[in-house]
């Protein structure tokens, strides 16, 4: 049974409580009391007392097999059940340690991946930047050998009309030198 406040329960069935009546309800105490009628049932009391008892008596042996039971339960079983469990609720606080202990640690894990994360996106605009200079450096370079491959180009032609005009230069050397020496 379970107090609460002046007024006590029993369970008949799992959700169906009933309240046991007090003093004052049970006509003791109020102009009732003649007639010892229960106000919560409406019966008297000279029938419900002894269909209680008659129901203990029917039960008894019910009652006294679980008492048996009980009372047949080793001590050692007892105290070594009561050790276990002992144990086993140690042990669940020290997983509750354990448990915010991870916490923590994962927590410091997921600060330190969140910096990885920001270094790797630094790291990945560095390279963009590294990359973008590359191609300008790339498109300079083969701007210039472009500039490079002109200029040899300008020098060949230089060159040639340069050996060009040396060839004609001496060629027109000999003739006015053949046409000095004709009468």
Do not use: W
Not at 48 to 55: D, F, G, K, N, S
Not at 125 to 134: R, S, V
Not at 161 to 166: G, K, L, R
């Amino acid at each position: 049974m379970l107090a609460n406040g002046p007024f006590y329960y029993r369970s008949l069935n799992i959700g169906d409580l009933k309240k046991v009546p007090t003093n004052k309800e049970l006509g003791e105490g109020s102009s009732v009391a003649a007639s010892r009628i229960l106000p919560v049932t409406g019966e008297p009391i000279h029938h419900t007392i002894p269909l209680l008892a008659a129901r203990l008596v029917r039960h008894e042996d019910r009652l006294d097999a679980i008492a048996t039971l009980v009372n047949n339960i080793p001590n050692e079983q007892v105290e070594v059940m009561s050790s276990e469990i002992e144990q086993l609720v140690m042990g669940h606080l020290e997983m509750g340690t354990m448990i915010e202990q991870l916490s923590a640690q994962f927590g410091e894990a997921m600060e330190f991946i969140g910096l990885l994360c920001t270094a790797s996106t630094t790291n990945r605009n560095i390279m963009c930047d590294i990359d973008e200079a590359l191609d300008t450096t790339r498109a300079q370079v083969m701007s210039l050998r472009r500039a490079q491959q002109e200029a040899q180009a300008r020098e060949r032609d230089r060159g040639q009309t340069i050996e060009t005009m040396a060839t004609k230069i001496q060629e027109l050397q000999r003739r006015l030198d053949d046409n000095q020496g004709k009468p």
